[in-house]
T-cell receptor, first 112, second 114 residues
Framework: GQQLNQSPQSMFIQEGEDVSMNCTSSSIFNTWLWYKQEPGEGPVLLIALYKAGELTSNGRLTAQFGITRKDSFLNISASIPSDVGIYFCAGRDAGNNRKLIWGLGTSLAVNP | EPEVTQTPSHQVTQMGQEVILRCVPISNHLYFYWYRQILGQKVEFLVSFYNNEISEKSEIFDDQFSVERPDGSNFTLKIRSTKLEDSAMYFC????????????FGPGTRLTVT
């Protein structure tokens, strides 16, 4: 089935560093979402984006809906140990009104 | 803050048995979903449900699966005859009208089929 390309697959960084990850699709998307999943828990919605070029922040997290509508970026500034988890992008294909397409996730580890 | 709840947190069953996974979505939400996540893999869409009927389902959601909203609060996923490969975390999610893609997830049920 359709899939998003999410990169990097994993990151291991030092506390205080900034983090960037991105997601790309082969088709145009109308919605981009970023979720965080911690071990043994369900994904938690971080940021939702609905318009091309939109830039939205949630604390130290900032996400952007790419101008081409085929990509999205998530940045985390000044990382802390509790940022550890798997970050998933998800999006809604412009041609499909119901289903979210999910990326494979970026696993983030933060060294204190 | 309202949240999606799921029971049980862990279900162990033998191959061929029926299981029912239960979810209570957030009370003013109208769209409901089931997802599964095999250990270490991505989240996979199973089914979406709105206005008391399935609105979309994936190729994973075959005749062995069914969903039901038996009352005003519960949303269930039934697997009729479990297979080993059904072992996974199953997440329920919901969202409100007007924020159709801001889905809120429950904590999941870990299903282990032996």
């Amino acid at each position: 089935g359709q899939q998003l390309n999410q990169s990097p697959q994993s990151m291991f960084i030092q506390e205080g560093e900034d983090v960037s990850m991105n997601c790309t699709s082969s088709s145009i998307f109308n919605t981009w979402l970023w979720y965080k999943q911690e071990p043994g828990e369900g994904p938690v919605l971080l940021i939702a984006l609905y318009k091309a070029g939109e830039l939205t922040s949630n604390g130290r997290l900032t996400a952007q809906f790419g101008i081409t509508r085929k990509d999205s970026f998530l940045n985390i500034s000044a990382s802390i140990p509790s940022d550890v988890g798997i970050y998933f992008c998800a999006g809604r294909d412009a041609g499909n009104n119901r289903k979210l397409i999910w990326g494979l996730g970026t696993s983030l580890a933060v060294n204190p | 803050e309202p949240e999606v709840t799921q029971t049980p947190s862990h279900q162990v069953t033998q191959m061929g048995q029926e299981v029912i996974l239960r979810c209570v979505p957030i009370s003013n939400h109208l769209y409901f979903y089931w997802y599964r996540q095999i250990l270490g893999q991505k989240v996979e869409f199973l089914v979406s449900f709105y206005n008391n009927e399935i609105s979309e389902k994936s190729e994973i959601f075959d005749d062995q699966f069914s969903v039901e909203r038996p009352d005003g609060s519960n949303f269930t996923l039934k697997i009729r005859s479990t297979k080993l490969e059904d072992s996974a975390m199953y997440f329920c999610a919901s969202n409100r009208e007007g924020a159709q893609y801001e889905q809120y997830f429950g904590p999941g049920t870990r299903l282990t089929v032996t």
